[in-house]
């Protein structure tokens, strides 16, 4: 799996888009760029996961860089209930199993 | 909620005692993940079972054993506990056998006195 580096810690004022950076400059061809969150000490929670094209969901969008090098998690309307470390894990989609590797993540705090 | 619940949600033990902890994956999942989240370690896989089978390990411990039933849940194993031990224990599910899209449970505190 390809390292990823992020931001040890970010802040966001509730309401205002959150922009959590993701470098991952390693990445091969095909793999995929993940985003998880924990929400303190309960279990992580998908937020959503793209290979080279932007992604929308209900949560949030991801925007991958050209190069792939580097990719965006975009909170759109950041809410005190987003406050959570964000974690950035770039792995294959296939093979005969899978482990996630959770490196430190980027705690957002959102702020009134 | 992922739909994956975990038994019991907090659990407080001796040294040198056993203790099991239980998951119960979402309906229809057939992987069930096992993950450790220490202080000092943060998040690190431990082991995955699909359909039964163990499919990938992690840094467990020999100390740690886990298994998953026919009906899918999966229990963990710990024996002869430290005090490192003491940990939050998450157990994840997907439908297929490498699933990066997990959902995990609420966790087992383990603290061991």
Known sequence: DAKTTQPTSMDCAEGRAANLPCNHSTISGNEYVYWYRQIHSQGPQYIIHGLKNNETNEMASLIITEDRKSSTLILPHATLRDTAVYYCIVRFPTGTASKLTFGTGTRLQVTL | ?113
């Open chain 2, 1 to 113: 909620d992922s739909g994956v619940t975990q038994t019991p949600k907090h659990l407080i033990t001796a040294t040198g005692q056993r203790v099991t902890l239980r998951c119960s994956p979402r309906s229809g999942d057939l992987s069930v993940y096992w993950y450790q989240q220490s202080l000092d370690q943060g998040l690190q896989f431990l082991i995955q079972y699909y359909n039964g089978e163990e499919r990938a390990k992690g840094n467990i411990l020999e100390r740690f054993s886990a298994q998953q039933f026919p009906d899918l849940h999966s229990e963990l194993n710990l024996s002869s506990l430290e005090l490192g031990d003491s940990a939050l224990y998450f157990c994840a599910s997907s439908a297929t056998v490498a699933d990066n899209e997990q959902f995990f449970g609420p966790g087992t505190r383990l603290t061991v006195l």
